[in-house]
């Protein structure tokens, strides 16, 4: 059971470099997100999908954009990376119902370690 | 707008006994779901217990429960005979359902020391 996958799992960039993130499930879950963890600031959303096609910003998302076009992927992508950009991502995903079976918990990836020099 | 708190960023406590770790949320939804998640020193995230905004009941999973009171819009996490293996970054979380967008939100973190 693959569940979600993230690559790459560490990355080093020069400021103004692009790169793009990549996130993959294979649960079926509608719900897909990006999230940045910082010391101190547990962790903040930057984007989300609630389906393919559909994308919303969340907390923090300048510097980032994404796009859903299959229900698996969610790439995150740093048009220009900055030093402010330097921490831990996480891609997360969950059906989008609750009930029985579902409490719309994250399934989390294992984390990318970004760091902008 | 939705928002986390957790006022704890480090808890202490010592093998065995109990600790609770202190959430409170804001949110304009009138459907929502409360969440705890583990974060090792490893880095995993990993989902421990939810509580649906309608639940009558505080929910339980083994030695974790969750203490829910909606008036007061709280949503402690309650370890009972702490364990070595405890000691981890807690998250509380919260999804709103309807104005919220589903989107999941997250306090900072309360960081858990169990002492032998």
């Known amino acids: 059971n693959a569940g979600v996958t993230q690559t790459p799992k560490f990355q080093v960039l020069k400021t103004g470099q692009s790169m793009t993130l990549q996130c993959a499930q294979d649960?079926?879950?509608?719900?897909m997100s990006w999230y940045r963890q910082d010391p101190g600031m547990g962790l903040r959303l930057i984007h989300y999908s609630v389906g393919a096609g559909i994308t919303d910003q969340g907390e923090v998302p300048n510097g980032y954009n994404v796009s859903r076009s299959t229900t698996e992927d969610f790439p995150l992508r740093l048009l220009s990376a900055a030093p402010s950009q330097t921490s831990v991502y996480f891609c997360a995903s969950s059906p989008l119902t609750s009930g029985r079976r579902n409490t719309g918990e994250l399934f989390f990836g294992e984390g990318s370690r970004l760091t902008v020099l | 707008a939705q928002k986390i708190t957790q006022t704890q960023p480090g808890m202490f406590v010592q093998e065995k006994e109990a600790v609770t770790l202190d959430c409170t949320y804001d949110t304009s939804d009138q459907s929502y779901g409360l969440f705890w998640y583990k974060q090792p020193s490893s880095g995993e995230m990993i989902f421990l217990i939810y509580q649906g905004s309608y639940d009558e009941q505080n929910a339980t999973e083994g030695r974790y429960s969750l203490n829910f009171q909606k008036a007061r819009k709280s949503a402690n996490l309650v370890i009972s005979a702490s364990q070595l293996g405890d000691s981890a970054m807690y998250f509380c979380?919260?999804?709103?359902?309807?104005?919220?967008?589903?989107?999941?939100?997250f306090g900072a973190g309360t960081r858990l020391f169990v002492k032998a």
């Open positions: 979380a919260m999804r709103g359902i309807n104005t919220g967008g589903f989107k999941t939100i």
């Open positions: 649960m079926n879950h509608e719900y």
